[in-house]
């Protein structure tokens, strides 16, 4: 009998391995797509005729949309599985932005990525609940190494994305391969995916059938400031630092472009070596470590005079803020009965936070200038540190029973 429990515990890792293995290429696929988007996005609007209001207007359609269903993404999951939701999502997410580079006028476009947005922001939580769930077999806090294949994947789809802008292929062409491509990687990979654990033994009865809101608890709510505070921080340096060098600093265009390229590589480098860092440290003391980087790092690219200290602070600025959404992502995992739906729940708080801050930080700057505005995204780095310990880590033992770990 204890051979067989062994046996059965080393066939149950090895499987959890290779799902692992594949929620890491599903992520990769996301942030490809989201990639190849971001680098055509002159070529749509040239094509749509769009004035920079208007297009500004469609592009909040992709997010906005998002917002609106990730919170149903914990029902589709208990319903379908996070296998089935992830494959027909990347699908319609693929249609959605084949679309958007096919379209003739700007309201179709926006149209077009709301509905990529719909299927987009359930795709990115559900495979974040099948991150969560691999992780907790395994037994170690691996998000952040998905999310690293995330950057990654868009690092790739950008640059592949510049080299069909130079080629002069349409926007329709390449987002129908690209989409294509990642449908399928999508789909091959979700088929290695473990099955999703409902938890029903640990939940109180009727606990299953409660309202989705009814997630939410103290604890939860701390956890999605946690995350909303890194999230602002994230869109401010993709939105404003090229700005911050460029008009703040005399930097040229290219200058410019290398200090934003040197926070994404930061960012890359940390989400690769933030599940080491958390194994070390614990996740707790690793976000209030990260946090107070984060904010060092905000301050240097603020204050310190020389291009040379300006970028180091961008890449302590990236290192920094570059485990927390992963973090949350398992904390909130961890905090709820049902897993799913605290991630969801999170997750659209966190994402709030791409939509709130640039413009939030383009009022202030208006009022301020754009120097000081940035100031208040230290102060959110700061945050971090003082809300790490929401995100308390759990251990696990074989089967999938939780431990606190008491860190």
Sequence with gaps: MTVRASAATGTDLRRARVAAVATAVVFAANGALYGSWVTRIPAVRDHVAADPGALGLALLCLGGASLLSMPTTGALVRRFGSRAVCTVTALLSAVGFTLAGTVPTVWALGIALGFAGLSWG??????????????????????????????????????????????????????????????????????????DRTHAATQPAGEHHRPAWRVLDTRLALIGLLCLCGTICEGAASDWLTLLFHDGRGASPGAAAAAFTTYTAAMAAGRFLGTNTIAALGRTRALRLTGLVAAVGIACALVVPTYAGGLVG?????????????????????????????????????????LIGPPLIGFLARAFELRNALWVVAVLAGGIAVLAFTAGQRRYATGGDRHDAGR
Excluded at 330 to 354: E, H, K, L, Q
């Design 122 to 195: 359930v795709w990115d939580v559900a495979m974040n609940v099948q991150g969560h769930d691999v992780e907790r077999r395994l037994g170690r806090d691996i998000m952040p190494r998905y999310h690293a294949c995330w950057s990654g994947g868009s690092i790739v789809g950008s640059a592949a994305g510049a080299v069909v802008a130079s080629h002069g292929i349409l926007p329709s062409w390449h987002f129908g391969v690209a989409g294509a491509a990642m449908f399928v990687g999508t789909t091959l990979a979700a088929t290695r995916f473990l099955p």
């Design 314 to 354: 961008t890449a302590l600025w990236g290192l920094g803020i570059s485990i927390v959404f992963p973090a949350a992502m398992s904390s909130a995992g961890d905090a709820g009965r049902r897993p799913a739906d605290a991630i969801a729940a999170v997750s659209t708080v966190g994402y709030g936070g791409f």
